[in-house]
């Protein structure tokens, strides 16, 4: 699962990705930091290009978020597995 949003990934072990996990989603992704909203949706974009081609959801997401270093909180992002 993706969660796209503002401080999604923020709390370890109480974050929307550790509650889709424990739900029983195989992975999930979140941000920890403010994003905003057109990087996001940039972000996301790629993210999805690199998944299906594919690369693994960590890397996607490093992939993605390399594109953005330092802009808008896109690398803030936390993968749970």
Excluded at 54 to 60: C, K, L, N, P, T
């Amino acid at each position: 699962m993706l969660f796209v949003g503002c401080y999604t990934g923020t709390n370890d072990n109480t974050s929307l990705p550790y509650a889709a996990v424990a739900a029983g989603a195989d992975c999930a992704v979140g941000f920890m930091d403010t994003i905003n909203w057109v990087v996001a949706d940039e972000w996301t974009e790629f993210f999805f290009n690199y998944y299906a081609n594919g690369f693994s959801v960590e890397r996607a997401c490093y992939q993605a978020s390399s594109k953005f270093i330092n802009i808008f909180g896109v690398d803030s992002y936390r993968v749970v597995e």
